[in-house]
């Protein structure tokens, strides 16, 4: 199987990627885990019925102009595909009905968006423990809310927004508890006048803060050392505010504290990362087509740097006019001109970034949590275990792997990576950038051996030979 | 250029081998620098699946695959830490009566060489020792004094007491060129340079740098053997298990979880130290071990890896002194099977550096094999 542009993720911007080269006339395959294009953003955006389509609001709506587009493009389309290994050849090797192939690429354009930064604090793996993300899903995929007032806690828009759905819906949250320390806002505040330039995000901030204040959602502000309570399922949310201790009862507990870049992809494939300050996490490089430091890899998305929905679309375009150029599929000087707009575009949007990430910075606690607190979940590591090792001369991630094997389980890093980059970093005094991040191995995800004794890869097959007798 | 350090001895190369020489010089009371241009334990020291094997050596490895055998079973005296050492048997399964039979002759050879711990098995004992072995296996290979060990933890435990004991190690730091000022080295490397008397060349799959500078090239090869591991299973396999006719080692961890090689290689890139997995034929890995134990079928593979290993064409190493300089050593080339021999190498090339001379059976590992004609196949030939 063979395609001229693999496209990896069917959100905004693996959908306008796809959209745009097939539309330019390239072979295009896009793969994605979901069954049906939209994304995290624009979850079930063909399918969602009516009322919860109100209910998610305008923004969420306007993917399905996005899915429609790419349904009448031509692309090809692999939903339920998952994409386990993405070689330097640009094999892409993909699980899909339980059976996994391989599609040689000649372009690929990760856009594999964002994740949930991991948020350990004392009680975060207890169950009852879930994500604004998480909860968000269930809205939007099978219009669930919870049956009981959950407590949303941390920092963020999406954090606000989940609130607002959910009020919406009639599940108003219990409360929210917000770290966002005191006197951030006035820091943040020089970041306004650039923010004004990106259309509509602050009047709808503010029209999002005012609903919740109507609905009279309890919303405490500069919570710091939060702690979930309970013996073997989450009971109460508790926390320092406006200088006294509280506690919140409730067995549903919502955390939240931004959202990365989703590296597992770009780091497998070897891209650079270089380390924002600004988002607080690594940033694969890409040149002003997307392109990252490993030819004819681009990253659109969230997955370049969080930049929301609107600028994805726009940056899987560019990227998409970046593969068309490498694989001289188009007219420079036309090509050129599109894009020229495009950054026009992109520049605009992406103007209300800096003041929220001013303003929404991740928590102190979960950037250095207490040592007791767990940081690996898969292996059960705890951020004290990691200090030890680190005293012991542990220089870095990789090796932080052997002494604890954290970032050994299922999850391969991804709920653990950037805390344990930081942590290291702050015991050995280096900036994040030396300590850098796993090493992401293949498969990204968990494959059935019995999968990957019948993988099909085509014409290339693997010949009987092997012969060190050893390596045992 | 400036210079970096001046010791007794300069080691190039962090791995197990290079620390491990560098620990046993040091323990003999020499100044000792390290230099590696990565990290310590970058490459095939601190990635390879871990076996600790006498089993099925090349008849010219055995004698120091015993001695450094002898040194795995006291680990923690020596470097203050178990290095998560387990000891277990190593099985060697026969899928056919003919892969039997060979093992049999294997058995006698090792035998007639004067070593005991090689033991022939019937079906019985195997399922005795192995449960889930599958029905279609007849016997095997033993060596039941033998065992795993994690090797991070190993090679850093290594470099650790070295440290203590006064060994400096310079990480990041890449040697380039060799001169010889009177008796005194010169080790240039990207950070300065380092001065010695006597040079230790450990430099894996990198190796050739060394020795084609002495005028002495030798055809290392830089491989990539590749591994698996899988989620963590019930216990079904306390042994280390490799199979006759096909690559494969397999073991289950204390946590569970399986780890799988056998020796089939993905691509590696010694320029710029990557390695890239080759599942075409990692998913013949996984066919065999679910051949060879039925319960694998159910399992998953959380992970793979690949490791920069140096192979000569031979399959042993290159162990002892330059042939054209004098105060050079060399120890690499250990073709996909060095771990189980760093302790045991170390101490031979400290005791080669201190004294000039070893008691240790090193005549086929001689780098001389290499030159010219003649004297490769007469170095080849196994000791007996
Ligand atoms: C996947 C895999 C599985 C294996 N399984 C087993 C097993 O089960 N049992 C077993 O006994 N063996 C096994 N092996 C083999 C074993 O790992 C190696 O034989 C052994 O680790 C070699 O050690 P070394 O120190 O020679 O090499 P390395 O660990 O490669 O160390 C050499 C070091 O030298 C450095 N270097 C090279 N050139 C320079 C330079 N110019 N300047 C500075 N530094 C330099 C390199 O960066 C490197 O770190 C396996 C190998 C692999 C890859």
Redesign the interface.
């Known amino acids: 199987m063979r395609c001229d542009l693999a496209v990896i993720g069917a959100g905004p911007a693996g959908l306008a990627a796809a959209t745009r080269a097939a539309e330019a006339g390239l072979a295009v395959e896009l793969f994605d885990e979901q069954p049906a294009p939209g994304g995290q953003i624009y979850r079930a955006i063909e399918t969602v019925p009516a009322p919860r389509r109100a209910l998610l609001g305008p923004d969420y709506a306007a993917g399905a102009a996005l899915a429609a587009a790419f349904r009448a493009s031509g692309a090809g389309y692999r939903p339920g595909a998952l994409v386990w290994n993405v070689d330097s050849q640009l094999n892409v090797d993909f699980s899909q009905d339980g059976r996994s192939r391989q599609c040689r690429a000649r372009a690929v354009v990760v856009a594999t968006g964002a994740i949930e930064r991991p948020t350990p604090l004392p009680g975060w793996t207890l169950p009852g423990v879930t994500t604004a993300g998480a909860l968000q899903i269930l809205l939007k995929a099978q219009g669930l809310v919870p049956a009981e007032g959950v407590v949303l806690a941390g920092s963020g828009p999406l954090l606000l927004l989940l609130a607002e759905q959910l009020t919406r819906a009639g599940a108003a949250p219990r409360a929210i508890v917000e770290t966002v320390p005191r006197g951030r806002l006035s820091a943040a505040a020089r970041h306004l006048p650039a923010a004004l330039r990106a259309p509509g995000y602050l009047a709808k901030g503010l029209a999002m803060l005012r609903a919740l204040k109507r609905a009279g959602v309890p919303f405490h502000r500069g919570a710091e050392a939060l702690a979930i309570e309970g013996a073997d399922h989450a009971e109460a949310l508790s926390f320092t505010a406006g200088g006294r201790r509280q506690r919140i009862e409730s067995r549903l507990i919502a955390l939240h504290q931004g959202v990365v870049p989703n590296q597992q992809m770009t780091r497998l494939l070897r891209c650079e990362h270089r380390w924002s300050d600004g988002q607080r996490c690594f940033l694969p490089v890409v040149d002003d087509w997307f392109e990252s430091s490993v030819e004819k890899v681009f990253v659109a998305g969230d997955g370049a740097g969080i930049g929301g929905a609107k600028s994805a679309a726009l940056r899987g375009r560019l990227a998409a006019l970046g593969a068309l150029r490498r694989l001289g599929a188009g007219e420079d000087k036309r090509l050129a001109g599109e894009a020229a707009a495009l950054r026009g575009a992109l520049d605009k949007d992406g103007a209300v970034r800096p003041l929220l990430e001013a303003l929404y910075a991740p928590s102190a606690q979960i950037l250095a949590p207490a040592d007791d607190t767990l940081i690996c979940r898969c292996e059960e590591v705890t951020a004290g275990a990691l200090r030890k090792a680190v005293a012991l001369g542990c220089p870095g991630p990789n090796q932080a792997k052997s002494f604890l094997r954290c970032g050994m389980g299922p999850c391969q890093g991804r709920l653990c990576g950037l805390a344990v980059s930081e942590v290291i970093a702050a015991e050995r005094g280096e900036p994040q950038q030396t300590i850098d991040y796993y090493r992401i191995r293949p498969p990204l995800k968990p494959l059935p051996l019995a999968e990957l004794a019948a993988f099909d890869v085509g014409d290339d097959a693997g010949d009987e030979a092997g012969d060190d007798q050893d390596a045992a | 250029m400036a210079l970096l350090a001046r010791a007794d001895v300069v080691v190039v190369g962090g791995g197990l081998h290079g620390c491990s020489a560098a620990l046993h010089c040091a323990l003999r009371g020499l100044s000792v620098v390290v230099v590696e241009k990565n ?1 310590v ?1 970058r490459h095939a020291s ?1 990635v ?2 871990g ?1 600790v ?1 006498r ?2 050596r090349h008849p010219a490895e055995i004698p120091i695959s015993v001695f450094s055998m002898k040194l795995w079973h006291r680990i923690a005296e020596l470097v203050d830490d178990d290095c998560g050492f387990q000891p277990a048997p ?1 099985i060697k399964v026969a899928e056919t009566e003919a892969e039997l039979a060979a093992l049999s002759e294997r058995a006698a050879l090792v035998r007639g060489l004067g070593y005991e711990h090689e033991e022939l098995l019937d079906q019985a004992r195997l399922r005795e020792l192995l449960p889930a072995v599958a029905e279609h296996c007849v016997g095997g290979l033993a060596s039941m004094g033998d065992g795993y060990a ?4 190993t090679t ?1 435990a290594f470099q ?1 007491k070295a440290r203590a004991l006064g060994v400096r190690f310079f990480e990041e730091t890449r040697a380039q060129e060799l001169t010889r000022d009177g008796t005194v080295w010169r080790l240039s490397t990207d950070r300065g340079t380092v001065e010695a008397e006597t040079l230790v060349n450990c430099g894996g799959a990198w190796a050739n740098l060394v020795a084609a500078r002495l005028g002495e090239p030798a055809p290392v090869e830089a ?1 990539a ?1 590749m ?1 698996l591991v ?2 963590r299973l019930p216990h079904f396999c306390d042994a ?1 298990v ?1 199979a006759t006719g ?2 494969l ?1 397999f073991k289950q961890m204390p ?1 569970g979880t399986v780890v799988i ?5 993905g691509v590696a890139d010694p320029e710029t130290d ?1 390695t ?9 890995t ?2 065999t ?2 051949e060879v134990f039925p319960v ?10 690949a490791g920069i ?1 140096g ?1 000569m064409p031979d ?1 042993i190493p290159v162990i002892g002194p330059s042939t054209t300089e004098e105060r050079v050593f060399h120890a690499f080339g250990f ?3 060095g771990f189980q021999l760093g302790p045991g190498v170390g101490s031979i090339m400290a005791e080669l550096v201190a004294t000039g001379a070893t008691q240790a059976p090193i005549a086929p590992f001689s780098i001389g094999r290499f030159q010219g004609g003649g004297s490769l196949a007469a170095a080849t030939a196994p000791v007996h």
């Open positions: 990290t334990a601190g390879n699946a076996g094997r089993l099925g190593q994690v090797p991070y933890l850093f650790r491989i053997p591994m899988t989620a280390v490799g096909r690559p080692s946590n090689g056998g020796g089939r290689r990557r890239d997995l080759r599942f075409a034929e990692l998913r013949l996984a066919r071990a679910a694998m079928a159910g399992a998953t593979i959380v992970r793979g890896w290993e192979r399959d073709s996909a099977h």
